[in-house]
């Protein structure tokens, strides 16, 4: 199907032709919206109130390939290069996760809830979007991240220029502890992770276009253990989390439990608990070292 005329009206119409079976109506009315802002700078409402404006060649085309992409099942965040995060604007590719509303939950609470801390650590950065978000709130702290990753440490450092911080992102892979801790030798106030936890099991229940296009690696937990990376990280605060810091995770609730069992089990905690995220999931663990 051709796009009827360059008028906002024929662009509205063509993405509610071409993406009507792969979304709801209210999933094609945001995407537009989203696609508009991107790429013409217009409103939701402008969507609306300039049915009759026409656009140029350069942005029609922009437009068009961008639902087609959609009705592939590419997530407009991959195709727009870009999304937002707790007020911020963060660079994505297929090399990073895309931030879930989930993390933001998980940010806020510890932005709420330590003031007076100087000093962050965030394992399994993706984008960068915790430690960016932290840093920019916690202008006088130190903030760390790091990820096994190569490619998602060029996104992430990327993002901390984009807005503004300074966040010392450094390679390593939280699985080999020793390793990990000749690399980072400082001790934190917080430390703050979403790991992989999704179930090798557990593919057949996700949507399509998260299988296909963003990273495995930073979804799945291989092997036998599906909480393997939470215990390395409770493990490591032995360590490198200061007396009476913070853990805090995002955590899959089917394994949240067994976390929450791991992390008693440790006795370096004074207090251990799960919190729900805002759907009334069991989404998080937060933890006070003794």
Do not use: W
């Not at 109130?49 to 026409?54: G, I, L, R």
């Not at 930073?218 to 036998?224: C, I, K, M, P």
Request: proline share 3%; glycine share 4%; net charge negative.
């Amino acid at each position: 199907m051709r796009v009827a005329s360059n008028k906002i009206s024929s662009i509205s119409a063509f993405y509610f032709s071409e993406l009507k079976g792969h979304y709801d109506v209210g999933e094609i009315e945001s995407l537009l919206a989203l696609a508009a802002e991107h790429y013409l700078g217009f409103s939701r409402s402008d969507v609306l109130k300039k049915a009759d404006h026409n656009i140029n060649q350069s942005e029609l085309i922009k437009l068009y390939d961008c639902c087609k992409a959609l009705k592939n099942g590419n997530p407009l965040q991959y195709i727009l290069g870009e999304t937002l995060f707790y007020h911020l604007k963060f660079k994505v590719n297929p090399t990073v996760l895309i931030p879930r509303p989930e993390t933001e939950e998980l940010v806020d609470v510890i932005v709420l809830e330590n003031k007076q801390a100087t000093s962050f650590l965030d394992i399994g950065t993706g984008s960068g979007c915790i430690p960016v978000s932290l840093k920019s709130n916690f202008q006088n702290a130190q903030v760390f991240a790091c990820d096994i990753s190569a490619g998602a440490l060029k996104v992430a450092s990327d993002n901390a220029r984009l807005n503004g911080v300074s966040v010392n992102f450094f390679e390593a892979d939280i699985l080999n502890l020793n390793t990990f801790c000749d690399l980072f030798q400082k001790q934190v106030d917080v430390i703050v992770s979403n790991p992989p936890y999704i179930k090798t099991s557990e593919k057949n229940a996700m949507s399509a276009n998260v299988l296909e296009h963003e990273p495995h690696q930073a979804l799945f937990v291989d092997g036998e253990d599906p909480v393997i990376f939470y215990k390395q990280i409770i493990d490591l605060c032995g360590t490198r989390l200061q007396k009476k810091g913070r853990l805090y995770f995002e955590l899959n609730p089917l394994t949240a439990q067994s976390v929450l069992e791991y992390a008693n089990n440790t006795h370096l905690f004074q207090k251990v608990e799960l919190m729900k995220d805002m759907s009334g999931k069991t989404r998080f663990l937060r933890a006070v070292k003794n």
